[in-house]
């Protein structure tokens, strides 16, 4: 067994146990039969606060990496509050990346076998 093995069994494990716990949640499969899963942010906060960091680290990152390839924009308010601005190239690109919420009209159910 070699080590990306053993991390592949610990996310396994970890995986779960916050499914066990309620932070992770399934939403059901999208049109190409990949599993959409949700993050609960109040529990992740209360029980799982490193998942819940890692989550905003991985949007922070991904909202970058849009920026800087031109395809989002973003405006602050006097409140440095900010707005993201994006076409339907910027908006699928998001979405391939889970920062845009998924409509669940669009979700496959799951099969119970």
Not at 19 to 34: C, F
Not at 102 to 109: G, K, L, M, Q, Y
Request: glycine share 8%; aromatic share 8%.
């Amino acid at each position: 067994m070699n080590i990306n093995d053993e991390e592949s069994f610990e996310n396994d494990d970890l995986m779960s146990y916050y499914m066990e716990i309620g932070v992770i949640n399934v939403e059901g499969l999208d049109k190409n039969g990949e599993i959409i899963y949700s993050i609960d942010e109040e529990l992740a906060e209360e029980y799982a606060p490193e998942l819940l960091q890692s989550h905003k680290d991985y949007v922070d990152r991904s909202l970058v990496e849009l920026y800087k390839a031109g395809l989002i924009g973003i405006e602050y308010n006097e409140n440095l509050e900010a707005t993201i601005h994006m076409g339907p190239i910027g908006y699928e690109a998001a979405k391939s990346k889970g920062l845009i919420d998924i409509d669940p009209e669009s979700f496959r159910n799951i099969p119970n076998n």
